[in-house]
């Protein structure tokens, strides 16, 4: 019989390395927050398929209405014979997004392809090509999208330069020295020695950097943006791709922020475990491309259109915008208690239930060594973890909002006890 090494083994074999693999664990199946391995161990998931499952592994009422889609039908292409769940899960998220004015909705697969679609878009709606993007930001592994995201190693080495015409601007960091007006400063110098304003179609800004280290734009920050944007007639998009589907605490981190962003990109926890992706926002701009410009062959399918209507009913149901924020409030205050008594925990930080804490060394720097021992103890404990930053130096917590607080609790204490341990 199959165990983890021997699958890992087959999978080494089988599967190019570039695929990386953060726990060498083979799973048989999951409920809510706890996933069992194929040699029946159980962990506490923390990591959430990276953010994919706010409403836990298979929650009984996504699975229900997965099950009722799969009897009726699968698949037509919606560009060529459509059906009712596309248009209802565009409906609810035009009344999700943040922005009072009237707003279309583009469905797609992955994350990726939902940036690439809001790059396009932007593109038409301006008839200019160029985009900012953030150090440290993460928008996916297109070609386009890899382009954006502001992170070489591993995302891009070995590739080659990317596709042009995207200018890096710096995300506002205080622990490592970067501020507000310095990030503000380098889009002015963008205009100043790369591109005129004029020639940019869009900004891009994830509200809270996910893969960047769970860095939270401050909404005066993301004011400052919107100024800019509106100086020079270029789109905001917010890539909330990670941020959205109600971690933040609000459906939509943007509704913290103050302002309005012009296109809104959504993904991962979305559909709770099904793919599905989009683009949404100013019904001009969402019009700006003719009539076959956009779609996709599985875009929008209809499995994961109806799961997504699911979770949106569970997030009612579940009152689990309300859950974000008190679970968010509890694990913030756990490891602020946490980083008190230990001076490795450099900063403690997030967005309602979107939490993280980032480690130093006993000098004052990064330290990616601990992050990678911390998953790895964690995990020999029955805890699944995610790093992430910059310095890959950032644990990030990620567990189902749907969680009990007694499993939440539990997966704290693997946290306390590996950092006292380590
Ligand atoms: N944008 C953000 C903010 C993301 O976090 C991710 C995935 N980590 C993506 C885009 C890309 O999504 P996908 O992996 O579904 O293509």
């Known amino acids: 019989t199959e165990n983890n090494a021997s699958m890992m083994l087959r999978r080494e074999r089988a599967v190019p390395r570039g695929v990386g693999q953060i726990h060498p664990v083979f799973i048989k199946r999951a409920d809510n927050a706890v996933i069992c391995d194929v040699e029946g161990n159980l962990f506490i998931d923390f990591a959430g398929g990276i953010a994919v499952l706010n409403t836990g592994h298979r929650h009984p009422k996504v699975i229900e209405a997965v099950k009722r889609q799969l009897d009726l039908y699968t698949h037509t292409c919606f560009q060529v014979v459509a059906y009712e769940p596309y248009v209802a899960l565009c409906e609810k998220i035009n009344s999700l997004v943040p922005g009072d004015f009237p707003k279309k909705t583009l ?8 940036v690439e679609n809001a790059v ?36 891009s080495s070995g590739m080659g330069l990317m596709p042009g015409n995207v ?12 501020s507000e007006d310095d990030a503000i400063a380098s889009i002015e110098q963008i205009f100043k020695t790369d591109a005129e304003p004029r020639d940019i179609a869009a900004l891009v800004v994830e509200p809270v950097q996910g893969e960047g280290g769970f860095r939270v734009a401050s909404p005066q920050f993301m004011q400052r943006l919107r100024a800019l944007c509106d100086l020079h007639g270029i789109l905001l998009i917010a890539d909330e791709v990670q941020t959205g589907a109600g971690r933040t605490g609000s459906f939509f981190a943007m509704e913290q922020m103050g302002v309005t962003a012009d296109l809104t990109t959504f993904a991962k926890s979305v559909a709770g475990g099904f793919p599905l992706a989009g683009v949404c926002g100013r019904a001009e701009v969402m019009d700006a491309i003719a009539p076959g410009g956009l779609g996709g062959t599985y875009a929008g399918n209809p499995v994961s259109c109806a799961a997504a209507l699911a979770v949106l009913e569970v997030f009612e149901e579940e009152n689990l915008l309300t859950r974000a924020r008190t679970l968010g409030d509890m694990l913030m205050e756990r490891l602020q208690n946490l980083a008190e008594k230990d001076a490795r925990i450099a900063e403690v930080r997030g967005l309602g239930a979107m939490v993280a804490f980032e480690l130093f060394t006993a000098d004052g720097h990064p330290d990616p060594e601990l992050a990678s021992r911390l998953v790895i103890s964690a995990r020999e404990r029955g805890l699944l973890l995610l790093s992430c930053g910059q310095y890959a130096n950032v644990i990030r917590i990620l567990v189902p909002l749907t969680a009990s607080d007694v499993e939440v609790d539990d997966g704290m204490k693997i946290i306390e006890a590996c950092l006292a341990e380590l």
């Open 167 to 178: 200018f890096r601007a710096r995300f506002p960091d205080a622990l490592h020295g970067v």
């Open 107 to 114: 469905l797609v697969t992955t994350g990726s392809e939902a």
């Open 120 to 155: 396009k878009i932007a593109r038409a709606a301006t008839g200019r090509a160029g985009v900012i993007a953030f150090a440290g930001g993460y928008h996916g592994r297109t070609m386009m999208t890899l382009a954006m995201t502001g992170k070489v190693m591993p995302y």
